[in-house]
């Protein structure tokens, strides 16, 4: 595979943004760099110009993270490794280095101040284009390419194995792909009438699992939906997709509180003399209360201080531990990841070559690295794009 004069010839193959991200770094890195990248769709990053609703929500504060797998539940341990050479801060700073304004959002989501994805896409095309880089579109790889230096492979996720077949004499270890960040089709009529009730601070489990998930869920026409639920379903995609998405759900109404602490925040109402329907934890509707108390079997006219011991054991129940059968899963906007692809164990985790062929390098979703939503998967696509261009460049220095 080596080209004989000192030109370094790079085959890159998906021009997304793992791909992309590489071939511009790695072009201002190495002068003498010869670098084709094959994408097999008819324009490059046409999924980054899609991301965050056209806004491209490329990276995060972290902020609110404590430990990685938060946010990674596959291949947080690579991550932090990887963040040592480019980190999230790094990011920013390249961004903006490159003429991309940056804004934070409250909820630590970070986006170009444009809004624009294309902005995005368009800074990586021109590096690229000043650097020569040949980008041969409408070109699918089935067979990987001949005569190059370094081969990097960024064929991003894809939920069919099928897919990963052209990887085949490489003989790597593969997990198998399913899908992640998705929202879940609960069939209950009483529950689908409050569509568009968003509850600010859930707790959503499943059911003899330890995974559990906390924010906003949103009720939708289908079901369940809205941050809580798509953490949910990447904590859980494998087991879930085992589960074919048919498990009970439960649902902490109550911000999280555990059954005492909820006992102790209805003592007060307990002692009211007015109606349950009326007075209730400000932090629900008051349509989505009438809804509880009639799944606790309680009078929306009956007063507070009549509750007997049972109702007030039921109704703790239904506000800690509510509980709905998910039947099937739904594609959250037109938003999904991959679950899987292809082991870490088949890279070196400093350089993300190929323990196999030290010269090819493999980088973003293709991997079984993916994140929860909130700019950390396209985080994961830079930061691994950086340190293949950077190894490579290293690899020459030697
Ligand atoms: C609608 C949508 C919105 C999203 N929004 C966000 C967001 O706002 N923030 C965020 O962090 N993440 C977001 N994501 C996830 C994020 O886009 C991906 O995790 C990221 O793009 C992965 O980068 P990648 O380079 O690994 O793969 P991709 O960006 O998918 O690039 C892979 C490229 O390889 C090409 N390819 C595949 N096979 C071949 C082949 N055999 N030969 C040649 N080319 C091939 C593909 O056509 C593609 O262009 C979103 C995803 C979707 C679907």
């Known amino acids: 595979m080596i080209a004989n004069d000192s ?21 201002r890195m190495l002068q003498q760099c010869n670098i084709t990248i094959y994408e097999r769709a008819r324009r490059p990053m046409a999924k980054l110009a899609i991301t965050g609703g056209g806004r491209c929500n490329l990276t995060n504060t972290f902020e ?5 797998s ?5 291949g947080w341990r690579l991550m932090e490794r990887l963040f040592r050479q480019f980190s999230p801060s790094d990011t920013r700073k390249w961004w903006e280095d490159a003429g991309v304004p940056l804004v934070v959002q409250p909820d630590q989501c970070i986006f170009p101040r444009s809004q624009d994805a294309m902005q995005v896409v368009n800074t990586l095309l021109q590096i690229m284009r000043e650097a020569n880089a040949k980008i041969l579109t409408s070109t699918k790889i089935e067979v990987l390419p001949q005569g190059f230096d370094y081969i990097v492979i960024t064929t991003g996720g894809n ?7 052209y ?55 289908f079901g369940m939906s809205g941050p809580a639920i798509l953490r949910l379903s990447s904590y859980a995609a494998r087991y879930l997709a085992e589960k074919d998405y048919s498990v009970k759900l439960i649902v902490n109404w109550m911000q999280g ?12 109402y307990l002692q009211s003399t007015k109606q349950t329907g009326n007075h209730h934890p400000r932090h629900l509707t008051a349509r989505h209360w009438n809804y509880l108390l009639k799944r606790a079997c309680i009078s929306i006219d009956k007063p507070w201080n009549a509750l007997n011991k049972k109702d007030v054991n039921r109704l703790v129940n239904v506000l800690t531990a509510d509980t709905y059968l998910s039947e099937g899963r739904r594609q959250y906007k037109a938003e999904f990841v991959t679950c899987g692809g292809v082991s870490l164990r088949s890279i070196n985790p400093n350089t993300l070559a190929l323990k196999s062929h030290p010269n090819i390098y493999l980088a973003g979703e293709l991997l079984d690295v993916d994140s929860i939503t909130g700019g950390f998967n396209l985080q994961a696509a830079w930061t691994m794009g950086y340190v293949v261009a950077k190894n490579i460049a290293e690899s020459q220095s030697i």
């Open 7 to 27: 030109t370094i010839k790079v085959a890159i193959i998906g021009a997304g943004a793992a791909g992309c991200f590489c071939a511009a770094n790695l072009s």
């Open 64 to 68: 609110e993270i404590t430990s990685l």
């Open 70 to 74: 938060q946010a990674y539940p596959r």
């Open 159 to 165: 939920p069919r194995i099928e897919s990963l077949s």
């Open 167 to 221: 990887l085949s004499e490489l003989d790597l270890e593969l997990e198998p792909p399913v899908p992640s960040l998705f929202a879940l089709n609960v069939n209950d009529s009483h529950l689908q009438e409050l569509t568009g009730i968003v509850v600010d601070d859930c707790l959503v489990s499943i059911a003899g699992t330890k995974f559990l998930a906390q924010g906003p869920l949103l009720i939708t026409h």
């Open 257 to 268: 509180l555990n059954e005492e602490q909820v006992r102790q925040e209805l003592k007060e």
